[in-house]
């Protein structure tokens, strides 16, 4: 997997076309205007919007911003739809982290997750993320429940 800053048109791709089955529709681009609105604006984005490619094909994205907890680093993240579910979201994340260690000096990582997202909270918890808190967040038009998550920083692998 192969990670570079988000192009023009992948951006209007995940905004535009990636579109997740029942309850994870709620992760649609198009759900929420504000988030469409800076996914597809190239200086909204400006140099924190990554692409996770495979096989020249774009299988997900993540943001990254520094968060007011001092040492931490704020990480959001989307997969294809067509490629959630089934069990490919550790190495993904994997992927994710190990940029993150060769790219940012940071302590902490957090990230917030729908609370009825059980499946990606167990991903999460499997690479050591715990939940520190809950919150209600202000999205798609209403207000659901979320989970934050802090990680350890991810450490160099072993050789």
């Known amino acids: 997997m192969t990670i570079n800053h988000l192009t023009q048109a992948h951006a209007q791709e995940i905004a535009d076309h990636w579109h997740y089955p029942g309850e994870y529709a709620f992760y649609d681009m198009t759900a929420d205007p504000e ?7 190239e200086k909204a984005r400006g140099d924190r919007y990554f692409e996770v ?16 907890e001092p040492d931490t680093l704020e990480l959001g993240l989307g997969m294809a739809p067509v490629l959630t579910g089934r069990g490919d979201g550790a190495a993904f994340l994997r992927t994710i982290l190990t940029y993150l260690q ?41 207000t659901y429940p979320f989970i934050t998550m802090r990680g350890p920083w991810p450490e160099e692998e072993k050789a």
């Open 35 to 41: 988030d469409y609105a800076e996914i597809i604006d």
């Open 53 to 68: 490619i495979a096989r020249g094909q774009l299988i997900g994205f993540f943001v990254v911003e520094p968060s007011d």
């Open 102 to 142: 060769s790219h940012y000096a940071k302590r902490w990582l957090i990230l917030d997750v729908a609370a009825f997202n059980v499946r990606a909270q167990k991903v999460y918890a499997k690479a050591g993320f715990q939940p520190i808190s809950t919150h209600q967040q202000i999205t798609n038009g209403s």
